[in-house]
């Protein structure tokens, strides 16, 4: 079982069930529906009937205790059944061209048994429509607390949806509930007899009073239906449904005699019947019970003649399961038609083709009217599908009963009578009237009947078209994505702006062998500035997927190659190294010189925690941090990526963050103010005046911020020209 269906059935309320099969009889016999589950074999059951068994059989129920859970919507198990039972895809439309509302309408008409399920690209919810002989219910679960909606409301919010839905073609075949083993027949019977005080000698092995048959004519009417089953059982075609294929006979068999009206009364007491009686009487010509019985039961259920526009074939009540008497239609406490969908099993299997849903079915035009196929054909067709074929023989084909001649007389126009009064010459001008304005709307409708059709024939070519252009354009995309691959290029699939992707990303200073040239070594001048590059490594790690992605239109990976944050770390490890030492600036610029050969991890849009007071702290934020093995800040730097000069504000804002971690941090040995255009002359001053620079400096530490006697950091200003970086304060 799904284990969705599974949450939701237990969350249905619970029903009193009794053990075994009897259990399940009895719940039939109340017409329980929701599910039934014996361990792990799970049961549906829709007014009494079991729709199916799943992960078990029904035997699995005998002698053993189950659950019952009551469905909230009689949708909900057939709903259930049908998905666990399986189906095929028979169709798959787009609800902007074919909607949900004329699909259902040519579902119903075509006494369709499956369901329709609208969940591909909805984002609301799913949504479902349920059916069985063309009748249908509708269920959706909406929201991502998949709250149940049923009824019109579900169908409505369906015909709402925009998304793509599928037509499952479902074979679902009622279960039959075993008679009880005898012990448990014994123990019901023994229950029979103590709730009824010793009377049970009446009943069956069902349960039921047994009744006594008294008269002559029950005992007729007993025989003829055994004989009837006897030429039920000879007739190799009794008992199958009524199809449009099948043979139509207007006239009853020539055997039987059809049934007359009821006899009514006249005033003087005498008795007459509204039909003329066509055939024998008993006592001329004398039929056995069985073919009685026969005729009786090929009769249709209704007086009333079928008619073409009737909703269903009328079909005479479906044998009951398991010994029932007849029962109710299951579905008319829903306010469905007394046709029993459930009832005819045969009937479902034979309605699961699902009809065309052709434009012009949509649009209203009648089959009629379609080339090629004529009138008093479609008649005949319709009239097949609406009545049972007859059983009698070839010598019946030319008789009418006395109900059918009763009818055609009915369907037939009264003659005007002589007595009757002429038409008024004014009422029939204005018919005439009527009749030529209808007749000049209807060659209106026409015209612009041929001119939508036209303008449907011209947008059907331009769609055409359109498709080819689509069919070319997705040809050449996937030409230059296999060019972009060959050349080492990836697609993007999803996107991301880029301080997302930035501050998901660090970096980390790696060596491809740690025993060749390393930044220790060039700090000790055991390995030139080629050899360090080659043999190192600025690998970056993210807290996202990056395959796939894209950033301001460019694959991950080159995005952040171009980045000034991934520049500047770049030069920090691979040349600020070598152009301290190389300019003589070791001593002066102590602290940025010892501490770059620490560098291990590159923190890009991070923050540094310096306690406040007390058990408190904040957060000083910075473009990027370089940690050393610890994670103890080494260098802060801020990044003006605009091509507006940097600012005294930016400069003094850096200041002001960088001493905070300074007097937390001891391992804090620079802060560089990063801009790609130029420092402004007040941002200069305001480095200057901080660091106590100018020319009567007697510090020989370069453009150093002095905090104690021996603590300190140095404040550095680079600029960023075409990919380039230049230390512009201190002056090396």
């Known amino acids: 079982m799904d284990s969705e269906i599974i949450d939701a059935v237990t969350g249905w309320d619970s029903a009193p069930a009794e053990r075994g099969y009897g259990g399940l009889r009895s719940l039939a016999d109340d017409g329980f529906t929701g599910a039934v589950v014996a361990g792990m074999t799970w049961g549906f059951m829709l007014n009494g009937r079991l729709l199916g068994v799943f992960d078990g059989t029904v035997a699995d129920f005998e002698g053993e205790s189950f659950e019952a859970h009551r469905a909230p919507d009689p949708a909900l198990p057939l709903l259930y059944a049908m998905r666990e039972t399986g189906g095929d895809i028979r169709a798959q439309y787009y609800t902007e061209e074919t909607p949900l509302g004329d699909a259902d309408g040519t579902l119903s008409a075509g006494g369709f048994t499956g369901y329709v399920e609208l969940s591909e690209n909805v984002l609301s919810g799913d949504y479902y429509v349920v059916y069985h002989g063309g009748k249908s219910m509708s269920a959706a679960f909406v929201g991502n607390s998949k709250r149940l909606v049923t009824g019109d409301d579900a169908f409505e919010r369906a015909s709402d949806e925009v998304g793509i839905?599928?037509?499952?073609?479902?074979?679902?075949?009622?279960?039959?509930?075993?008679?009880?083993?005898?012990?448990?027949?014994?123990?019901?019977?023994?229950?029979?007899?103590?709730?009824?005080?010793?009377?049970?000698?009446?009943?069956?092995?069902?349960?039921?009073?047994?009744?006594?048959?008294?008269?002559?004519?029950?005992?007729?009417?007993?025989?003829?239906?055994?004989?009837?089953?006897?030429?039920?059982?000879?007739?190799?075609?009794?008992?199958?449904?009524?199809?449009?294929?099948?043979?139509?006979?207007?006239?009853?068999?020539?055997?039987?005699?059809?049934?007359?009206?009821?006899?009514?009364?006249?005033?003087?007491?005498?008795?007459?019947?509204?039909?003329?009686?066509?055939?024998?009487?008993?006592?001329?010509?004398?039929?056995?019970?069985?073919?009685?019985?026969?005729?009786?039961?090929?009769?249709?259920?209704?007086?009333?003649?079928?008619?073409?526009?009737?909703?269903?074939?009328?079909?005479?009540?479906a044998p009951q399961k398991n010994g029932e008497a007849p029962s109710p239609d299951p579905l008319a406490e829903d306010g469905a038609t007394g046709d029993d969908v459930f009832s005819a099993e045969a009937q479902w299997r034979n309605a699961r083709s699902i009809p065309s849903l052709d434009p012009r079915d949509a649009a209203g035009e009648s089959v009629d009217d379609r080339p090629g196929t004529p009138r008093s054909h479609q008649g005949?067709?319709?009239?097949?599908?609406?009545?049972?074929?007859?059983?009698?023989?070839?010598?019946?084909?030319?008789?009418?009963?006395?109900?059918?001649?009763?009818?055609?007389?009915?369907?037939?126009?009264?003659?005007?009578?002589?007595?009757?009064?002429?038409?008024?010459?004014?009422?029939?001008?204005?018919?005439?009237?009527?009749v030529e304005s209808l007749a000049s709307e209807r060659d209106r409708l026409e015209s612009e009947r041929d001119a939508l059709r036209e303008e449907r024939d011209e947008h059907r070519s331009r769609a055409e078209e359109l498709e080819d252009r689509v069919a070319e354009l997705e040809s050449e995309v996937d030409r230059l994505r296999d060019r972009l691959d060959e050349a080492g290029v990836r697609s993007t699939d999803r996107s991301m702006s880029a301080d997302e992707a930035l501050r998901g990303t660090n970096l980390f200073v790696r060596y491809a062998q740690k025993g060749q040239a390393t930044l220790e070594k060039a700090h000790d001048g055991q390995a030139s500035r080629e050899e360090v590059i080659e043999n190192l490594r600025l690998e970056h790690h993210t807290t996202f997927d990056t395959e796939g992605l894209g950033i301001d239109g460019q694959p991950y990976e080159a995005f952040l190659h171009e980045t000034p944050e991934y520049g500047f770390a770049k030069w920090v490890v691979t040349d600020l190294l070598y152009e301290i030492g190389e300019t003589g600036n070791r001593s002066s610029l102590a602290g940025v010189f010892d501490s770059i050969p620490k560098a291990d991890r590159i923190e890009l849009y991070g923050s540094v925690s310096v306690p406040i007071g007390d058990d408190e702290s904040e957060s000083r934020q910075f473009d990027v941090i370089v940690r050393d093995q610890m994670g103890?800040?080494?260098?802060?730097?801020?990044?003006?990526?605009?091509?507006?000069?940097?600012?005294?504000?930016?400069?003094?804002?850096?200041?002001?963050d960088s001493k905070a971690v300074a007097d937390a941090k001891e391992t804090l040995g620079s802060a560089f103010v990063v801009t790609r255009s130029f420092f402004e002359p007040e941002a200069l001053e305001a480095a200057t005046a901080e660091t106590g620079g100018g020319l009567l400096s007697r510090s020989k530490r370069k453009s150093f911020v002095k905090l104690s006697r021996k603590q300190g950091y140095h404040l550095c200003l680079v600029e960023a020209r075409g990919g380039e970086f230049h230390l512009n304060v201190p002056d090396l």
């Open 165 to 317: 839905y599928k037509v499952y073609d479902v074979d679902l075949d009622l279960v039959d509930i075993p008679e009880p083993e005898p012990d448990e027949e014994e123990d019901e019977d023994a229950a029979g007899v103590a709730a009824t005080g010793g009377e049970a000698d009446t009943t069956g092995a069902s349960g039921k009073p047994e009744t006594p048959t008294t008269t002559d004519e029950t005992s007729t009417t007993g025989a003829a239906d055994n004989e009837s089953e006897r030429a039920a059982a000879a007739d190799p075609t009794d008992g199958e449904p009524a199809t449009a294929d099948a043979p139509v006979s207007a006239e009853p068999p020539a055997e039987t005699a059809a049934d007359p009206e009821p006899p009514t009364s006249d005033d003087d007491g005498t008795e007459t019947t509204d039909e003329p009686s066509t055939g024998p009487s008993e006592s001329q010509s004398p039929e056995p019970a069985g073919t009685e019985a026969a005729a009786a039961t090929d009769r249709p259920a209704s007086d009333e003649p079928a008619s073409p526009m009737s909703e269903g074939p009328v079909v005479a009540d």
């Open 380 to 434: 005949n067709t319709t009239q097949a599908t609406h009545h049972r074929p007859s059983r009698g023989g070839a010598g019946d084909k030319g008789r009418p009963s006395p109900r059918d001649q009763s009818n055609q007389q009915q369907s037939q126009p009264t003659e005007q009578t002589p007595d009757e009064p002429d038409v008024d010459p004014a009422e029939a001008e204005s018919l005439k009237e009527r």
């Open 632 to 656: 103890e800040p080494l260098f802060v730097a801020n990044l003006n990526d605009s091509r507006d000069p940097a600012t005294q504000p930016m400069v003094t804002q850096l200041i002001k």
